[in-house]
Structures are given as structure tokens and as C-alpha cells.
């Protein structure tokens, strides 16, 4: 009964290579996002989406390409991965606007380039 | 400037203690606030909503002064298990969540 949930949990991959991660909320939100936190814990707004509408992409390497099929879900696909991607990526979901716009997140993605 | 700052932290307090933590937003139209707590490897999970009227929950009350565009919270009677990364949270405007950098808080016995 997860409510956000994102997969892998683990990702190992070398320089180069192309990688998705996959993102599905079952709380009836409209709004999704994805956030990188670096090595230094800071957590970065990436994308977000409303309706499966872009609305920020935050100054964001193009190889980095979200798709939304539905409202549900909101994948993550990494192309020509450098060293600098390894992270770990949480993807979250809200109401956009309104109260009770809090987020809601996956356990996140731990990327590891080599 | 950043959206949210937060003091940096860390915070080593005993048991018992109380401690404040601070943070402020840029936007002035930002909509809604939060304080999130982060668990070392782990998600963020909301703590408390921030109203301007101020909320309490248990021994954690959370304040916002929209004219200073300031938030705190505030930690009594700390328990070792209080120790975690404290996110200050804002909505700056529709479907665009930003974060402070976190408050790292260490708690001992």
C-alpha cells in the first residue's frame, strides 16, 4: 500500500549508459515531481508536473527527459550518464495548489556512475 | 538569493533541551509552508504544516510570520530519537516545492 513508490531503489551503472527510473502515486495528487539530493544533502527541485503538464524544468541537462503517461506516474530517463549524476532521486506527489499541498515522497533512488 | 535558507547547524543539544530552529523564503507570494523531517538515508517525511496563525503538535510548534517572510520551529523536551535533518519547506508558488538546505540536529543522552 505504498502511496509513492519508485524504482530501482538501487541503480549501479557505468559512464554512457542510458537509465530509467519509474515513479507511481496512489494518493489521487495531480502534482508530481523529481528532486535530486547531491553529496551534500541538499535537495534540488528537478521537475514537476501537473495533469502530466511540464511545469518546471529547472535549469536541467536536456539528457535528462521526464515523461508522465498519466497523473499517477512521472519516469525518469537518463541518457549518456556522467560522474556528476550519482545522487540519489526522490520523486514526490502533492495537490499542486490549494491547502494540503504538502508532498509525499518515494524511499528514493540511489544512482551510482562509474 | 536562495528561495529558503535555513540555518546550517548543527545543533548538539542534551536531552531535555529546547531548540529553535529558523528559516526564511524569498518569494513574498509563496503559498504554503512546512517542516519536513529527513532521516540519515532515508525519504523526507512531513513533520507539521506552517500556519499563520502558528500550530502546535505534541512538543513541536512551528510559527510563520508572513511580513518577515520568517518560519521557525521549535523542539521541546528533545528526545534522542528527535535527532535528524529538519527541512524547511515552501511552496513558492503552484506545484513548485522548494527546500532549505536542512538543519542537522544531533540529540544525546
Known amino acids: 500500500d505504498t502511496a509513492v513508490s519508485q524504482t530501482p531503489k538501487y541503480l549501479v551503472t557505468q559512464m554512457g549508459n542510458d537509465k530509467s527510473i519509474k515513479c507511481e502515486q496512489n494518493?489521487?495528487?495531480?502534482?508530481m515531481y523529481w528532486y535530486k539530493q547531491d553529496s551534500k544533502k541538499f535537495l534540488k527541485i528537478m521537475f514537476s508536473?501537473?495533469?502530466?503538464?511540464?511545469?518546471i524544468n529547472e535549469t536541467v541537462p536536456n539528457r535528462f527527459s521526464p515523461k508522465s503517461p498519466d497523473k499517477a506516474h512521472l519516469n525518469l530517463h537518463i541518457n549518456s550518464l556522467e560522474l556528476g549524476d550519482s545522487a540519489v532521486y526522490f520523486c514526490?506527489?502533492?495537490f499542486g495548489r490549494g491547502r494540503g499541498t504538502e508532498a509525499f515522497f518515494g524511499q528514493g533512488t540511489r544512482l551510482t556512475v562509474v | 538569493r536562495k528561495e529558503v535558507e535555513q540555518d546550517p547547524g548543527p545543533f548538539n543539544v542534551p536531552e531535555g533541551a529546547t531548540v529553535a530552529f529558523n528559516c526564511t523564503y524569498s518569494?513574498?507570494?509563496?503559498?504554503?509552508f512546512f517542516w519536513y523531517r529527513q532521516d540519515c538515508r532515508k525519504e523526507p517525511k512531513l513533520l507539521m504544516s506552517?500556519?499563520?496563525s502558528g500550530n502546535e503538535d505534541g512538543r513541536f510548534t512551528a510559527q510563520l510570520n508572513r511580513a518577515s517572510q520568517y518560519i521557525s520551529l521549535l523542539i521541546r523536551d528533545s528526545k534522542l530519537s528527535d535527532s535528524a535533518t529538519y527541512l524547511c519547506?515552501?511552496?513558492?508558488?503552484?506545484?513548485?516545492?522548494?527546500f532549505g538546505a536542512g538543519t542537522r540536529l544531533t540529540v544525546k543522552p
Open positions: 494518493l489521487g495528487h495531480d502534482t
Open positions: 519547506v515552501v511552496n513558492i508558488r503552484n506545484n513548485d516545492m522548494r
Open positions: 518569494n513574498s507570494a509563496s503559498q504554503s
Open positions: 506552517v500556519y499563520s
Open positions: 508536473y501537473n495533469n502530466k503538464e511540464l511545469i
Open positions: 514526490a506527489s502533492s
